[in-house]
C-alpha cells in the first residue's frame, strides 16, 4: 500500500489509534516498512518438519552470533524475525514465558495456534493504545503439535498460516521460487534446499557468516551451527 506525501496525511499518522479518512493507519504501515526493509526471512514446511532460514546484515568486526533471527521459544517452536530485532526479542521471550506457563498449568506443550494467536493478539493490542507503537517486526513461527506449522504475525497482529512464505527485502524475489517448486511432501534435505535457493534469490549473495538455519523435525527444534551451515550452502556461496 502506498504511504502518501506529508501534506496528505495531515497528521494521521502522529497517533496510533486515528484513522485517517481512507480507513488507514499510518503507524502501522510505517511499521511494516520496517519488516519490508529487513533482510529476508524463509519458511518451509516438509514432511515431518518445518525449515527457518534467514539472511542477517553484519558488519566487519561483528560477532554472527550475537544477531539472533531464528531462534527457539520452545522444545517444539521455533521462530525467524524480520523488522526491528529488539522488538523481536521482546515478544520471543513473551513467548517462552507463556509457553512455559502452558507447560506448568496442564503439564503438555502449548499448542503452535494458540501460542501464535496469543503473540498476534499482544501486537494487535500495540494498534489501539494511545502513547505507544506498534511492533516492527514479522515473526515466522514454525513448529509441530502432530502436524507441523507454520505461520506469519505482521505488525498489525494479523495472523497467517502458510506451507511456505517469505518476508523481508527479498520476499518478492523469494516468493516466487517457493511457488514454482513448493510440493507437499517434500524431503527435509529438498525443504532445506529451496529454502536457501529462495533466500539466494532474495538476498542475492549467501555466506555462512550471514545465513541462519533452524529445523523443527519430529517435534523437537534444531539452531544449525555455522559448520553445518557451511557445508548446507556451498552450492549457492557461487
Not at 502522529?14 to 519488516?35: D, L, T
Amino acid at each position: 500500500m502506498e504511504i502518501q506525501s506529508p501534506m496528505k496525511q495531515m497528521g494521521y499518522d502522529r497517533a496510533i489509534v486515528v484513522f485517517s479518512p481512507e480507513g488507514r493507519m499510518y503507524q502501522v504501515e510505517y511499521a511494516r516498512k520496517a519488516v519490508e526493509k529487513a533482510s529476508t526471512a524463509i519458511g518451509v514446511t516438509f514432511s515431518n518438519g518445518v525449515v527457518l532460514v534467514s539472511a542477517r546484515s553484519l558488519q566487519k568486526l561483528l560477532v554472527p552470533e550475537s544477531i539472533e533471527k531464528v531462534q527457539k521459544i520452545d522444545d517444539h517452536i521455533g521462530a525467524a524475525a524480520c523488522g526491528i530485532l529488539a522488538d523481536a526479542r521482546v515478544l520471543i521471550d513473551y513467548a517462552r514465558v507463556r509457553a512455559q506457563v502452558n507447560r506448568i498449568t496442564f503439564g503438555e506443550p502449548i499448542e503452535i495456534r494458540a501460542l501464535v494467536r496469543d503473540i498476534s493478539d499482544r501486537k494487535q493490542r500495540f494498534t489501539q493504545m494511545g502513547g505507544i507503537r506498534p511492533f516492527g517486526v514479522s515473526l515466522l513461527v514454525a513448529g509441530m503439535d502432530g502436524d507441523p506449522h507454520l505461520f506469519e504475525t505482521d505488525p498489525s497482529g494479523t495472523l497467517r498460516e502458510w506451507r511456505a512464505h517469505a518476508i523481508g527485502r527479498g520476499s518478492k524475489e523469494a516468493r516466487k521460487v517457493l511457488i514454482e517448486h513448493f510440493k507437499d511432501g517434500m524431503t527435509k534435505e529438498k525443504a532445506i534446499e529451496l529454502a536457501l535457493k529462495a533466500l539466494k534469490l532474495g538476498e542475492k549473495k549467501l555466506t555462512s557468516r550471514s545465513t541462519e538455519i533452524g529445523l523443527v523435525e519430529n517435534g523437537k527444534f534444531i539452531g544449525y551451527d555455522r559448520n553445518t551451515t557451511k557445508e548446507l550452502i556451498k552450492k549457492f556461496e557461487k
